[in-house]
C-alpha cells in the first residue's frame, strides 16, 4: 500500500433521502500535495470529506484512504487521518494551552510529553502569547490556527481541511495558508475543501470543481483556466448605464458568456486571441459604447467556475 494515492474513491455516492447529496464522486489524491475540492455551499464537498473520515458511510461506490477502504477498515483511515471541520472544535472556556493538553492527553501522551507538545504546537503556529488565554478571546484567525494544530498532534499522513479559512479577514487567511504550506512540506497530504476560488488557486496542486453531487471537472490550476480558452478579455465602460448594452454586444460578437463583475461598470469575457478582443472592442466603439479601460489576460479560477457551473458539462 506504500504506493496507494492518498485518496482514491470511484463512483462514490451518498443519499439523504431523495437528495443525491454525492452522486459517482471519482477522485485520485497524490501523496505529499494539497488537493482542492472547489464549489459553492451545498455542492457535496463536506459530505464527501466526512465520507472519506468515516464520519459517513457511502450508500454506492468506494473509497479507498492509503489502499484502506473506508466501510470495511475505518480503524486503519482514522489511524491515518485528521479533520478540521469548518467551526472552531475546541472547549471555549478553557485556554490556548490547556485545550492543546487535554487533546494530547486524550491521544496518549503523558503529561509532561503533552505540555511539550503543546508548547511546540502553539509556538510554531505564533500562539505562544495566547497560550494562557482563554479561547473565547481569541480572534477567528487564532481560532483557526489552534484547530489546525489540534489536527496536527499526531502528524497525520492525511489532513481534512474543511473551508478552514471562511469568515477570516485577509491577514488571517494568509497566515492559515503559511500553515497549510508547512504542513505540506513535511509530507502531509491535504485535501481542502473550499469556496474561494483564490484559495484552491494558491495552494493546491490539484483541483476537482464539484456541483451538485458531481465532480464536473478535474485538473491543475492551469489546465482548469486553459479549458475555458486562452485568455479572457477585461473591460471598464465609462457609462455604467450601458453595461447590460455591452453585455448583449460582447456576446453576440464573440458568441461566449459574458461575466458581470461587482465592479459595476467592467465585464468580462472568454477570448482566444488579440483578433477577437480587437473585434469586440471595434463592435463597442461603433455602438458608441466608451471603454476606459480593457485587458486581454488569462482567465481566473472565477470565471472557470463560473463557465463549468453554467454550462454544466464537464472538461
Do not use: C
Not at 498532534?153 to 504550506?181: A, H, M, Y
Amino acid at each position: 500500500m506504500s504506493n496507494a494515492p492518498a485518496v482514491h474513491t470511484s463512483g462514490l455516492v451518498k443519499m439523504f433521502g431523495d437528495n443525491r447529496a454525492v452522486d459517482g464522486v471519482d477522485l485520485t489524491v497524490p501523496p505529499g500535495t494539497v488537493y482542492g475540492l472547489l464549489g459553492p455551499n451545498g455542492a457535496g464537498k463536506t459530505t464527501v470529506v466526512r465520507m472519506l473520515a468515516t464520519l459517513l458511510r457511502p450508500d454506492g461506490g468506494t473509497a479507498q484512504v492509503f489502499g484502506h477502504d473506508v466501510a470495511k477498515e475505518p480503524d486503519a483511515v482514522r489511524r491515518r487521518v485528521s479533520l478540521t471541520g469548518q467551526y472552531a472544535s475546541v472547549d471555549e472556556d478553557l485556554t490556548g494551552m490547556e485545550n492543546v493538553v487535554l487533546l494530547a492527553r486524550l491521544l496518549g501522551y503523558k503529561r509532561a510529553a503533552a505540555r511539550d507538545r503543546a508548547g511546540q504546537l502553539l509556538a510554531a503556529f505564533g500562539l505562544t502569547e495566547a497560550a494562557d488565554r482563554q479561547v473565547k478571546k481569541f480572534s477567528g484567525g487564532m481560532r483557526r490556527r489552534i484547530d489546525i494544530a489540534a489536527s496536527i498532534l499526531n502528524t497525520p499522513d492525511l489532513l481534512f481541511l474543511d473551508e478552514p479559512t471562511t469568515g477570516l479577514d485577509p491577514r488571517s487567511r494568509n497566515q492559515v495558508w503559511d500553515i497549510v504550506r508547512e504542513v505540506v512540506a513535511h509530507g502531509t497530504t491535504v485535501l481542502l475543501t473550499t469556496q474561494y476560488l483564490d484559495e484552491a488557486d494558491r495552494l493546491a496542486a490539484r483541483i476537482a470543481v464539484i456541483d451538485h453531487g458531481k465532480v464536473i471537472a478535474e485538473g491543475t490550476p492551469g489546465s482548469l483556466k486553459a479549458s475555458i480558452g486562452a485568455g479572457t478579455i477585461h473591460v471598464r465602460l465609462r457609462d455604467a448605464d450601458r453595461r447590460a448594452e455591452a453585455e448583449k454586444l460582447l456576446s453576440a460578437t464573440l458568441d461566449a458568456m459574458v461575466q458581470l463583475n461587482s465592479d459595476p461598470v467592467a465585464l468580462t469575457v472568454p477570448a482566444s486571441s488579440a483578433e477577437q478582443a480587437s473585434r469586440a472592442l471595434a463592435a463597442l466603439a461603433a455602438s458608441g459604447i466608451v471603454v476606459d479601460d480593457f485587458s486581454l489576460g488569462q482567465p481566473s479560477l472565477d470565471e472557470v467556475f463560473l463557465a463549468l457551473t453554467a454550462s454544466g458539462v464537464a472538461a
